[in-house]
């Protein structure tokens, strides 16, 4: 085992929850785009668990020695080097690339600004009829879920003011913006959620 790869435990808490609903969502497609792959502990997890779909993960320039860390060391068939990724200034892949799109725990981190960011490129990379799923802790109704994502809201804005749990309706409207029609909303442990759009195809 590479001890100096990075390690998060959330990530090993929340991915067989997660992994639940992948296998029902992402049944079909073949290449999904991770945005904000982090340590790249889901990156392998899923990959490894769903071997019919090519895993790309991705992140800031920063991150990326830590995925290929993981990456290298599993050394999957379906998972190629991670890209270099900043939603709000860098370059995307080519249009239509992915037929699904997973992220977590970003919405939270990015400022509003970047999440619309987050959107417009998603639309752009996504191809029409494909699958985006988000998962992290979100607000219902303008309130929080539980005292816990309010404490951790409130310890969030401390650090970065720009950063916040985000509200389901508002990101809602923002994907509905973009062509996606929520599909499926799961309640999953720790007051998290996953929420699953899918991109409209033209008529």
């Known amino acids: 085992m590479n001890l100096d790869k990075p ?7 929340n991915r067989e929850p997660i992994l639940a609903v992948l296998r029902d969502v992402f049944a079909g497609c073949s290449d999904v785009l991770e945005i904000g792959s982090g340590t790249g502990q889901h990156a392998v997890h899923f990959a490894a668990a769903l071997p019919a779909l090519r895993w790309q993960s991705s992140d800031r320039p ?3 020695p830590g995925i290929r860390a993981w990456l290298d060391e599993a050394a999957l068939p379906n998972t190629p ?8 200034t860098g370059a995307w892949p080519p249009a239509q690339t992915f037929d699904a799109v997973f992220s977590a725990n970003t919405l939270h981190i990015m400022s509003w600004s970047e999440v619309r960011q987050m959107f417009a490129g998603i639309a752009q990379v996504l ?4 699958t985006l799923a988000i998962y992290g802790p979100f607000n219902i109704d303008g309130r929080f879920t539980s005292a816990s994502n ?4 409130q310890s969030l804005r401390a650090a970065v003011p720009h950063r916040g749990i985000r509200d389901v ?6 994907a509905a ?8 909303d799961h309640a999953l442990p720790a007051n998290n959620r996953c929420r699953v759009w899918r991109r409209a195809v033209a008529s």
């Open 7 to 13: 390690y998060s435990a959330a990530s090993e808490r």
């Open 62 to 64: 920063e991150n990326l």
């Open 81 to 88: 080097s991670p890209l270099e990724l900043d939603v709000a």
């Open 127 to 130: 191809r029409p009829g494909g």
């Open 150 to 153: 309010a404490a951790f809201d």
């Open 169 to 174: 309706a508002e990101v809602d409207a923002l």
């Open 177 to 184: 913006s973009h062509g996606f029609e929520l599909a499926a």
